[in-house]
Protein backbone atom coordinates (compact mmCIF):
# COMPACT_ATOMS: atom_id res chain seq x y z
CA UNK A 1 0.00 0.00 0.00
CA UNK A 2 1.22 3.27 -1.26
CA UNK A 3 -0.24 4.96 2.00
CA UNK A 4 1.79 2.64 4.53
CA UNK A 5 4.09 5.37 5.32
CA UNK A 6 1.64 7.86 6.66
CA UNK A 7 -0.69 6.66 9.56
CA UNK A 8 -4.74 7.99 9.52
CA UNK A 9 -3.46 10.42 12.22
CA UNK A 10 -1.31 11.94 10.23
CA UNK A 11 -3.46 12.57 7.36
CA UNK A 12 -6.09 14.01 9.49
CA UNK A 13 -3.19 16.75 10.45
CA UNK A 14 -2.53 17.47 7.19
CA UNK A 15 -6.16 17.18 5.89
CA UNK A 16 -6.70 19.92 9.29
CA UNK A 17 -3.84 22.08 7.85
CA UNK A 18 -5.73 22.17 4.18
CA UNK A 19 -8.68 22.90 5.76
CA UNK A 20 -7.44 26.04 7.52
CA UNK A 21 -4.88 26.73 4.21
CA UNK A 22 -8.70 26.62 1.89
CA UNK A 23 -10.59 28.94 4.35
CA UNK A 24 -7.92 31.64 4.10
CA UNK A 25 -8.14 31.17 0.51
CA UNK A 26 -11.75 30.79 0.22
CA UNK A 27 -12.17 34.00 2.08
CA UNK A 28 -9.62 35.77 -0.59
CA UNK A 29 -11.15 34.75 -3.35
CA UNK A 30 -14.57 36.13 -2.11
CA UNK A 31 -13.32 39.48 -1.81
CA UNK A 32 -11.66 38.99 -4.93
CA UNK A 33 -14.71 38.12 -6.58
CA UNK A 34 -17.53 39.68 -4.43
CA UNK A 35 -19.31 36.93 -4.21
CA UNK A 36 -20.04 34.36 -1.22
CA UNK A 37 -17.50 31.67 -1.44
CA UNK A 38 -18.46 27.66 0.35
CA UNK A 39 -15.14 25.51 0.89
CA UNK A 40 -15.54 21.98 0.64
CA UNK A 41 -14.28 19.59 3.43
CA UNK A 42 -10.31 19.05 1.90
CA UNK A 43 -9.39 15.67 0.70
CA UNK A 44 -5.68 14.38 2.60
CA UNK A 45 -3.91 11.40 0.46
CA UNK A 46 -0.68 9.02 0.45
CA UNK A 47 -1.23 8.11 -3.51
CA UNK A 48 0.70 6.00 -5.90
CA UNK A 49 1.93 8.77 -8.45
CA UNK A 50 -0.17 6.96 -10.99
CA UNK A 51 -3.08 7.11 -9.11
CA UNK A 52 -2.62 10.67 -7.91
CA UNK A 53 -2.81 11.70 -11.92
CA UNK A 54 -6.01 9.04 -11.82
CA UNK A 55 -7.67 11.22 -8.38
CA UNK A 56 -7.29 14.78 -10.15
CA UNK A 57 -10.07 13.83 -12.75
CA UNK A 58 -10.55 12.66 -16.28
CA UNK A 59 -7.17 13.34 -17.59
CA UNK A 60 -8.43 14.06 -21.33
CA UNK A 61 -10.43 17.02 -20.31
CA UNK A 62 -8.57 20.24 -21.42
CA UNK A 63 -8.95 22.65 -18.05
CA UNK A 64 -7.26 26.05 -16.69
CA UNK A 65 -4.38 25.02 -14.80
CA UNK A 66 -2.13 27.69 -12.42
CA UNK A 67 0.86 26.38 -10.83
CA UNK A 68 2.72 28.25 -8.22
CA UNK A 69 5.79 26.61 -6.84
CA UNK A 70 6.45 27.26 -3.03
CA UNK A 71 10.04 27.31 -1.24
CA UNK A 72 11.59 28.32 1.66
CA UNK A 73 10.72 25.92 4.74
CA UNK A 74 8.69 24.04 2.80
CA UNK A 75 8.61 22.80 -0.61
CA UNK A 76 5.72 22.24 -2.49
CA UNK A 77 3.81 22.76 -5.68
CA UNK A 78 0.16 24.46 -5.63
CA UNK A 79 -2.17 23.60 -8.09
CA UNK A 80 -5.39 25.44 -9.34
CA UNK A 81 -7.67 23.53 -12.02
CA UNK A 82 -11.11 25.36 -13.50
CA UNK A 83 -13.07 23.85 -16.41
CA UNK A 84 -12.94 25.88 -19.45
CA UNK A 85 -16.40 26.76 -18.74
CA UNK A 86 -15.59 28.00 -14.85
CA UNK A 87 -12.26 30.27 -16.48
CA UNK A 88 -14.89 31.92 -18.63
CA UNK A 89 -17.08 32.76 -15.69
CA UNK A 90 -14.76 33.69 -13.63
CA UNK A 91 -13.36 35.72 -16.45
CA UNK A 92 -16.43 37.56 -16.48
CA UNK A 93 -16.65 37.95 -13.10
CA UNK A 94 -13.26 39.83 -13.49
CA UNK A 95 -14.13 41.32 -17.00
CA UNK A 96 -11.61 39.48 -18.94
CA UNK A 97 -11.68 36.88 -21.30
CA UNK A 98 -9.13 33.95 -20.05
CA UNK A 99 -7.72 33.20 -24.32
CA UNK A 100 -6.25 37.15 -24.24
CA UNK A 101 -3.27 37.56 -23.01
CA UNK A 102 -4.92 40.43 -19.77
CA UNK A 103 -7.23 37.07 -18.99
CA UNK A 104 -4.38 34.54 -19.10
CA UNK A 105 -2.48 37.00 -16.31
CA UNK A 106 -6.00 37.88 -14.37
CA UNK A 107 -6.05 33.90 -14.09
CA UNK A 108 -2.56 33.38 -13.07
CA UNK A 109 -3.26 36.39 -10.71
CA UNK A 110 -6.37 35.02 -8.98
CA UNK A 111 -4.17 31.19 -8.61
CA UNK A 112 -1.28 33.59 -6.90
CA UNK A 113 -3.63 35.44 -5.03
CA UNK A 114 -5.08 32.35 -3.80
CA UNK A 115 -2.14 30.17 -3.24
CA UNK A 116 -0.56 33.07 -1.20
CA UNK A 117 -3.74 33.22 1.38
CA UNK A 118 -3.62 29.39 1.66
CA UNK A 119 0.28 29.28 2.31
CA UNK A 120 0.22 31.95 4.09
CA UNK A 121 -1.95 30.80 6.39
CA UNK A 122 0.34 27.55 6.59
CA UNK A 123 3.17 29.67 7.52
CA UNK A 124 1.42 31.14 10.18
CA UNK A 125 0.36 27.84 11.70
CA UNK A 126 3.45 26.43 11.35
CA UNK A 127 5.79 29.08 11.93
CA UNK A 128 7.76 28.33 8.42
CA UNK A 129 8.92 30.71 6.06
CA UNK A 130 7.44 30.02 3.34
CA UNK A 131 7.98 32.09 0.05
CA UNK A 132 6.27 31.81 -4.21
CA UNK A 133 7.66 31.71 -7.40
CA UNK A 134 5.79 33.80 -9.99
CA UNK A 135 2.82 31.61 -11.28
CA UNK A 136 2.52 29.73 -14.47
CA UNK A 137 -0.15 28.77 -16.31
CA UNK A 138 -1.46 26.13 -18.54
CA UNK A 139 -4.83 25.62 -20.57
CA UNK A 140 -4.50 22.22 -21.52
CA UNK A 141 -5.13 18.12 -20.58
CA UNK A 142 -6.02 17.67 -16.98
CA UNK A 143 -3.93 14.49 -17.12
CA UNK A 144 -1.00 16.74 -18.40
CA UNK A 145 -0.55 19.08 -16.15
CA UNK A 146 -1.44 16.85 -12.96
CA UNK A 147 1.51 14.41 -14.17
CA UNK A 148 3.92 16.99 -15.33
CA UNK A 149 3.95 18.31 -11.71
CA UNK A 150 4.48 15.12 -10.27
CA UNK A 151 6.75 13.86 -12.69
CA UNK A 152 8.86 17.51 -11.59
CA UNK A 153 8.16 16.83 -7.67
CA UNK A 154 8.53 13.06 -7.60
CA UNK A 155 12.37 13.39 -6.95
CA UNK A 156 12.23 9.65 -7.12
CA UNK A 157 9.47 8.77 -5.12
CA UNK A 158 6.54 6.30 -5.80
CA UNK A 159 4.38 7.96 -3.18
CA UNK A 160 2.95 11.72 -4.05
CA UNK A 161 0.76 13.68 -0.82
CA UNK A 162 -1.95 15.43 -2.51
CA UNK A 163 -4.00 18.33 0.05
CA UNK A 164 -7.31 18.82 -2.53
CA UNK A 165 -10.08 21.21 -1.68
CA UNK A 166 -12.64 22.43 -4.05
CA UNK A 167 -14.00 26.39 -3.81
CA UNK A 168 -17.73 27.20 -4.60
CA UNK A 169 -19.41 30.43 -6.00
CA UNK A 170 -22.94 28.72 -5.69
CA UNK A 171 -24.59 31.75 -7.14
CA UNK A 172 -22.36 31.00 -10.34
CA UNK A 173 -22.00 27.89 -10.05
CA UNK A 174 -18.15 28.34 -10.43
CA UNK A 175 -16.06 25.14 -8.49
CA UNK A 176 -12.29 25.88 -8.42
CA UNK A 177 -9.90 22.48 -7.46
CA UNK A 178 -6.88 23.68 -5.07
CA UNK A 179 -4.42 21.07 -4.75
CA UNK A 180 -1.07 20.79 -2.81
CA UNK A 181 1.67 18.76 -3.44
CA UNK A 182 4.31 19.03 -0.61
CA UNK A 183 7.41 17.20 -1.41
CA UNK A 184 7.95 14.23 0.98
CA UNK A 185 10.07 16.30 3.14
CA UNK A 186 7.69 18.82 3.03
CA UNK A 187 5.34 16.48 4.78
CA UNK A 188 7.54 15.44 7.48
CA UNK A 189 8.47 19.04 7.86
CA UNK A 190 4.57 19.63 8.35
CA UNK A 191 4.26 16.36 10.40
CA UNK A 192 6.57 17.92 13.03
CA UNK A 193 8.93 15.10 11.69
CA UNK A 194 11.87 16.92 10.68
CA UNK A 195 13.66 18.02 13.02
CA UNK B 1 6.09 -6.13 -14.21
CA UNK B 2 5.17 -6.46 -18.53
CA UNK B 3 1.85 -7.71 -18.57
CA UNK B 4 1.48 -9.92 -21.58
CA UNK B 5 -2.10 -9.33 -22.83
CA UNK B 6 -3.60 -11.93 -24.85
CA UNK B 7 -7.51 -11.68 -25.02
CA UNK B 8 -9.04 -11.44 -28.07
CA UNK B 9 -11.98 -9.13 -27.44
CA UNK B 10 -11.39 -5.31 -28.60
CA UNK B 11 -10.42 -3.95 -25.23
CA UNK B 12 -8.29 -0.49 -24.52
CA UNK B 13 -5.45 -1.11 -22.48
CA UNK B 14 -4.28 1.87 -20.26
CA UNK B 15 -0.54 2.50 -19.68
CA UNK B 16 -0.50 4.89 -16.60
CA UNK B 17 2.89 6.84 -15.71
CA UNK B 18 5.82 4.56 -14.98
CA UNK B 19 3.71 1.52 -16.91
CA UNK B 20 4.29 -0.61 -19.83
CA UNK B 21 2.42 -3.00 -21.59
CA UNK B 22 3.21 -5.39 -24.04
CA UNK B 23 0.59 -7.16 -26.70
CA UNK B 24 0.04 -9.51 -29.58
CA UNK B 25 -3.56 -9.36 -29.12
CA UNK B 26 -5.24 -7.98 -32.20
CA UNK B 27 -7.98 -6.57 -30.33
CA UNK B 28 -5.83 -4.31 -28.05
CA UNK B 29 -5.14 -1.01 -27.98
CA UNK B 30 -2.65 0.10 -25.90
CA UNK B 31 -3.15 3.99 -24.75
CA UNK B 32 -1.16 6.52 -22.53
CA UNK B 33 -4.03 9.59 -22.08
CA UNK B 34 -2.55 12.80 -21.11
CA UNK B 35 1.23 12.66 -21.80
CA UNK B 36 2.89 16.28 -20.67
CA UNK B 37 6.43 16.17 -20.01
CA UNK B 38 5.88 12.68 -19.74
CA UNK B 39 6.57 10.31 -23.08
CA UNK B 40 5.11 7.52 -24.77
CA UNK B 41 7.26 5.35 -26.20
CA UNK B 42 5.74 2.99 -28.67
CA UNK B 43 7.75 0.03 -30.36
CA UNK B 44 5.73 -1.40 -33.16
CA UNK B 45 7.57 -4.69 -34.75
CA UNK B 46 7.33 -4.72 -38.72
CA UNK B 47 6.64 -8.60 -38.71
CA UNK B 48 3.39 -7.94 -36.74
CA UNK B 49 4.59 -10.08 -33.94
CA UNK B 50 4.24 -7.53 -31.12
CA UNK B 51 3.21 -3.95 -30.48
CA UNK B 52 4.67 -1.90 -26.47
CA UNK B 53 4.16 0.71 -24.77
CA UNK B 54 5.87 2.92 -22.30
CA UNK B 55 4.96 5.61 -20.04
CA UNK B 56 7.81 7.43 -19.31
CA UNK B 57 8.50 9.88 -17.22
CA UNK B 58 11.51 10.75 -16.10
CA UNK B 59 15.18 10.68 -17.80
CA UNK B 60 17.65 8.78 -15.59
CA UNK B 61 17.51 6.24 -13.01
CA UNK B 62 20.32 7.04 -11.12
CA UNK B 63 20.91 3.86 -10.26
CA UNK B 64 17.96 3.71 -8.29
CA UNK B 65 15.48 0.12 -8.72
CA UNK B 66 12.30 1.30 -10.16
CA UNK B 67 10.83 -2.06 -9.08
CA UNK B 68 6.86 -2.51 -10.29
CA UNK B 69 7.33 0.50 -12.44
CA UNK B 70 9.90 -0.52 -15.11
CA UNK B 71 8.42 2.25 -17.23
CA UNK B 72 9.31 5.38 -15.10
CA UNK B 73 12.93 6.34 -16.41
CA UNK B 74 13.94 6.27 -19.94
CA UNK B 75 17.21 4.24 -19.07
CA UNK B 76 14.98 1.86 -17.53
CA UNK B 77 12.04 1.82 -19.46
CA UNK B 78 13.72 0.97 -23.12
CA UNK B 79 15.53 -2.56 -22.20
CA UNK B 80 12.11 -3.35 -20.83
CA UNK B 81 10.15 -2.67 -23.14
CA UNK B 82 12.44 -4.56 -25.55
CA UNK B 83 12.47 -7.47 -23.68
CA UNK B 84 8.68 -7.27 -23.27
CA UNK B 85 7.97 -7.43 -27.24
CA UNK B 86 10.97 -9.29 -27.11
CA UNK B 87 9.07 -12.45 -25.27
CA UNK B 88 6.29 -11.80 -27.54
CA UNK B 89 9.04 -12.53 -30.63
CA UNK B 90 9.73 -9.25 -31.93
CA UNK B 91 13.69 -8.30 -32.44
CA UNK B 92 14.85 -5.12 -32.06
CA UNK B 93 15.77 -4.71 -35.85
CA UNK B 94 12.55 -5.38 -36.77
CA UNK B 95 10.99 -2.53 -34.52
CA UNK B 96 9.63 0.88 -35.31
CA UNK B 97 9.53 3.34 -32.10
CA UNK B 98 7.57 6.44 -32.15
CA UNK B 99 7.84 9.11 -29.57
CA UNK B 100 5.23 11.25 -28.48
CA UNK B 101 4.90 13.97 -25.76
CA UNK B 102 7.93 15.21 -23.70
CA UNK B 103 6.27 18.69 -23.90
CA UNK B 104 7.24 21.76 -21.57
CA UNK B 105 3.73 22.50 -20.47
CA UNK B 106 3.76 25.56 -18.45
CA UNK B 107 5.12 29.05 -19.49
CA UNK B 108 8.07 30.62 -16.96
CA UNK B 109 10.67 28.98 -15.55
CA UNK B 110 8.84 26.16 -12.83
CA UNK B 111 11.90 23.53 -12.46
CA UNK B 112 9.52 21.63 -14.69
CA UNK B 113 11.25 21.52 -18.07
CA UNK B 114 11.87 18.13 -18.14
CA UNK B 115 9.77 17.26 -21.41
CA UNK B 116 12.89 17.58 -23.40
CA UNK B 117 15.46 15.66 -21.37
CA UNK B 118 12.62 12.56 -21.18
CA UNK B 119 13.03 12.82 -24.85
CA UNK B 120 16.32 13.04 -25.51
CA UNK B 121 17.13 10.14 -22.91
CA UNK B 122 14.54 8.11 -24.59
CA UNK B 123 15.97 8.27 -28.09
CA UNK B 124 19.83 7.93 -26.88
CA UNK B 125 18.33 4.65 -24.63
CA UNK B 126 16.48 3.73 -28.56
CA UNK B 127 19.62 4.33 -30.34
CA UNK B 128 22.45 2.43 -27.71
CA UNK B 129 19.61 -0.36 -28.59
CA UNK B 130 19.88 -0.04 -32.14
CA UNK B 131 16.11 0.99 -32.73
CA UNK B 132 15.30 3.62 -35.05
CA UNK B 133 12.80 6.26 -34.49
CA UNK B 134 10.49 6.56 -37.44
CA UNK B 135 8.26 9.21 -36.08
CA UNK B 136 7.73 11.43 -33.03
CA UNK B 137 4.84 14.33 -31.95
CA UNK B 138 7.21 15.65 -29.17
CA UNK B 139 8.25 18.96 -27.76
CA UNK B 140 5.52 22.30 -28.21
CA UNK B 141 3.40 23.23 -24.93
CA UNK B 142 0.27 20.66 -25.21
CA UNK B 143 -0.81 17.46 -23.53
CA UNK B 144 -0.98 14.84 -25.86
CA UNK B 145 -2.45 10.74 -25.66
CA UNK B 146 -0.68 7.91 -27.69
CA UNK B 147 -3.17 4.95 -29.11
CA UNK B 148 -1.64 1.82 -30.52
CA UNK B 149 -3.70 -0.18 -32.48
CA UNK B 150 -2.01 -3.62 -32.46
CA UNK B 151 -4.11 -5.10 -34.92
CA UNK B 152 -2.33 -3.57 -37.55
CA UNK B 153 0.55 -1.36 -35.87
CA UNK B 154 -1.51 1.91 -36.64
CA UNK B 155 -0.15 4.93 -33.86
CA UNK B 156 -2.04 7.52 -33.51
CA UNK B 157 -1.65 10.92 -31.47
CA UNK B 158 -4.56 13.58 -29.73
CA UNK B 159 -3.41 16.99 -29.02
CA UNK B 160 -5.29 18.79 -26.63
CA UNK B 161 -7.87 20.43 -28.22
CA UNK B 162 -7.53 18.61 -31.54
CA UNK B 163 -8.41 15.39 -33.73
CA UNK B 164 -6.35 12.46 -33.73
CA UNK B 165 -3.60 12.40 -35.80
CA UNK B 166 -2.02 9.01 -37.44
CA UNK B 167 1.89 8.97 -36.90
CA UNK B 168 1.98 5.30 -38.39
Not at chain 1, 165 to 184: C, G, H, Q, V
Request: proline share 3%; with cysteine.
Amino acid sequence: MASARYSDLQLDALRELANVGSGTAGTALSSLLGRPVDISVPNAAALDLADAVDAAGAAEDVVWAVVVSVGGDLEATALLVVSERDAEAIGALLGVDPDTDDGRSALEEVGNILVASYVGALGSMTGFVLDLRPPASAHDMLGAVVATVIAARSDGRDVAIMLDSELRIERDAIALSFMLLPTLEGVDELLGLGG
Amino acid sequence: MVAELATLSATEIVVRMGEIAVSHAPGDVLVSVGLGSCIGLALVCRRRRACGLAHVMLPESGGRDALDRPGKYADQAVPALLAGVGLLGARPATLDAIVVGGAQMFSGATGMEIGARNEAAVRASLAQAGVTVTAAATAGALGRTIRVHVADGTVTVREAGSQEVTLR
